[in-house]
């Protein structure tokens, strides 16, 4: 294990623990033709089912899944290869997947539950809370020294934080003293290994959530608030804010009041150790093999975390996240449970960036950004009714709410952009949607 060690390559942080959108590049979808396709009979879906048994034939994953549903309907599953790399568990409803960053629309939509209670609301100082975040300062340059400051003109709003526009750094994004300064302190939530990664410091220990957010207080904002997206650490400050505000730690909230409810009995934040037969490998693609960094007999995640982090951390089966998804597509309700109004559940979809901030260069460039997730402006290039977002491990997952449907591709490679799997998985259903329109019409193309 020490050769292959030697042998894995060397990780972008960025690429590791970050996670692009799942509703990016859905271009050129006309609403009126897939209404007519999911009036008929549903799709079979042969584009996505061929690509997933090509990523698993060709040995770029052990195995991959994609679950599609319409509606309120059960989903389809299409799925192929096994939890391991030749083993002979075949992936299916039961296997657990490392979510990484698709936990930040769950904490998103957790916050707005607290908004719609009349507790928070989007444009609150964060200082209301936590006051250490009052009068904080801003780099001058976000890779310079830490003592070239300059005061922030506004203060950090839950709005901000739902939208990464508060100003806030993350140890996979930041670079020079600002990075350094977290690592030395411990604030990087998310967890990878039990073994050293190359290219990847791990830095100090996580510390528990109240003594992270006081750390991260006494450090410089790296942009100066509402002025710029960039991808931070801000859903675990309002893990933290939950916590103050609910009395209750994030996970606790979230299992009484979203994940027990809908019946997602399958999710979790510490996988029980009878459950380890179910989590999947992860893997490191590197030279044409499959490099397993965290196998799921002895993953990290069977241990218990600092603190349930709002920004990543959640493992679960591809069918729990469904039941998200599909109480979005429902907005707020799934059968006979309501766990939030329609209005706050379009609400959070909706674009919730502040006018002030400035998109251009990064992953949501000519898009919106609601609670924990992209969310569609209403045009082509960002069609309106999407909301999602995708996972370090390449996982994808987006609602589209406007032609009522939802779907998840679920694998395990770090980084995830070594494949075009999540970044592409949108265009996939699509493609298959559209597909399907112009077989049942006797055309080739709508």
Do not use: C
């Not at 770029?60 to 319409?70: D, E, L, P, R, Y």
């Not at 599909?326 to 609400?347: C, N, R, S, Y």
């Not at 996939?428 to 709508?446: C, R």
């Amino acid at each position: 294990m020490s050769e292959q060690k030697n042998m894995l390559p060397a990780f972008d942080r960025r690429s590791v623990l970050g996670g692009l959108g799942a509703s990016a590049l859905l271009a050129g979808v006309p609403q009126s033709v897939l209404a007519r396709s999911l009036a008929r009979e549903l799709p079979s879906f042969p584009g996505l089912t061929k690509i997933i048994n090509d990523y698993v034939a060709e040995k770029k994953v052990a195995g991959m899944m994609g679950v599609i549903g319409f509606g309120q309907a059960e989903p389809q599953y299409i799925s192929a290869g096994s939890l391991t790399l030749g083993g002979d568990k075949p992936v299916g409803p039961d296997t657990l997947w490392r979510l990484y960053s698709q936990t930040k629309p769950v904490t998103g939509m957790a916050t707005m539950m607290l908004i719609e209670d009349g507790l928070l609301s989007l444009d609150q100082p964060l200082s209301d809370i936590f006051p250490e975040f009052k009068d904080m300062q801003v780099l001058v340059d976000p890779e310079g020294e830490l003592d070239k400051t300059v005061a922030a003109t506004k203060p950090i709003t839950i709005r901000q934080l739902q939208t990464h526009t508060a100003g806030l750094g993350y140890s996979i994004i930041s670079k020079g003293p600002i990075q350094k300064a977290y690592l030395a302190n411990g604030i990087t939530p998310g967890r990878i290994s039990r073994n050293p990664i190359p290219g990847v410091d791990a830095g100090a220990p996580t510390p528990d959530l109240m003594t992270f957010v006081k750390r991260l207080a006494a450090l410089p904002l790296v942009y100066q608030p509402g002025s710029k997206w960039s991808y931070s650490l801000s859903h675990d400050v309002l893990s933290a804010v939950i916590e103050k505000i609910s009395g209750k730690p994030l996970d606790q909230f979230l299992q009484e009041r979203m994940f027990g409810p809908l019946g997602m009995n399958n999710i979790f934040y510490h996988v029980p150790a009878d459950r380890a037969v179910d989590l999947a490998d992860n893997y490191a693609p590197f030279a044409g093999s499959l490099i397993p960094i965290d196998p799921g007999a002895t993953s990290i995640y069977l241990d218990k975390p600092a603190f349930a982090f709002g920004s990543t951390g959640l493992v679960g089966t591809a069918g729990d996240y469904d039941k998200f998804l599909k109480m979005l597509v429902g907005f707020g309700k799934v059968g006979d449970v309501q766990i939030m109004k329609p209005e706050t559940a379009k609400l959070g979809m909706s674009n919730l960036l502040p006018e002030s901030a400035d998109t251009s260069g990064t992953w949501v460039a000519k898009q919106g950004f609601g609670a924990g997730g992209r969310a569609g402006l209403g045009t082509v290039a960002s069609p309106a009714g999407t909301f999602g977002w995708g996972g370090a491990a390449g996982t994808s997952a987006f609602v589209d709410t406007v032609r009522g449907f939802r779907a998840g591709g679920y694998t395990q490679y770090i980084p995830s952009n070594t494949y075009p799997f999540q970044s592409n998985f949108p265009k996939y259903v699509y493609a298959d949607l559209l597909g399907a329109v112009g077989a049942g019409e006797g055309k080739t193309s709508p």
